[in-house]
């Protein structure tokens, strides 16, 4: 089966700069995670969904960062504007409804802000 | 709140050398544990889960890990390693909240 997709795989930005990156899961994986990993830390979520509803956006900070799943395939995670601590790998994630279904991971996005 | 910590950082280890990571949680309910392996370049993958049942768990590539309960760990072993095992590996927990947290992570580096 073909993985998760993310794009743009690097990205460098200037602060208050916007910036978006995209996410298309493996067919047929209802649920949908977004991640950041910090340099030297493991990834936190920011953002869940199953189908196209946002189930866990707790760790999301809202006044900047969105995020959308249209149509509940592919997502869009933005950030408006970007701030300097905000340099990290941006990770996407899907897997099949159930506890049991493990995540898989796409190669995610390094986000350079400058 | 659930936590999970991977006290080595940074592990080096000469090829054939026996391999152990340690990874304890913090949570007082029933738990699924998994670990995660990152090779250089590549995405993060699944090594190996622990759900219920037998609590030595046998992965991918002859990584195996045990739960023990009573110690809130989940620690990584293979009896040799390889050099292509140089990767960096991250244990995570999902307790009730349904959430996967990740430890900082451990860098393996293995020398032929």
């Known amino acids: 089966e073909a993985g998760v997709v993310q794009s743009p795989r690097y990205k460098i930005i200037e602060k208050k700069q916007p910036v978006a990156f995209w996410c298309n899961p493996i067919s047929g994986h209802n649920t949908l995670y977004w991640y950041r990993q910090n340099l030297g830390q493991g990834p936190e979520l920011l953002i869940r969904y199953e189908n196209e509803e946002a189930v866990d956006d707790s760790q999301l900070p809202k006044d900047r960062f969105s995020a959308e799943r249209l149509k509940g395939v592919d997502s869009t995670l933005k950030i408006q504007p970007a701030e300097l601590g905000d340099s990290a790998v941006y990770l996407c994630?899907?897997?099949?409804?159930?506890?049991?279904?493990?995540?898989?991971f796409g190669n995610g996005t390094r986000l350079t802000v400058t | 709140a659930q936590s999970v910590s991977q006290h080595n950082h940074h592990v080096i280890l000469s090829e054939a050398a026996s391999l152990e990571l340690g990874c304890n949680y913090s949570y007082g309910g029933t738990v699924n544990l998994f670990w995660y392996v990152q090779y250089p370049g590549q995405h993060l993958q699944l090594l190996l889960k622990?759900?219920?049942?037998?609590?030595l768990v046998k992965g991918i590539k002859g990584f195996e890990a045990e739960f023990i309960k009573s110690k809130f760990s989940f620690n990584l072993r293979k009896p040799s390693v390889q050099w292509s095992d140089t990767a960096e590996y991250f244990c995570?927990?999902?307790?009730?909240?349904?959430?996967?947290?990740f430890g900082t992570g451990t860098r393996l580096q293995v020398f032929p």
């Open positions: 995570a927990v999902k307790g009730n909240t349904d959430k996967l947290i």
């Open positions: 622990y759900f219920s049942g037998d609590p």
């Open positions: 994630a899907s897997s099949r409804e159930g506890e049991s279904s493990p995540l898989h």
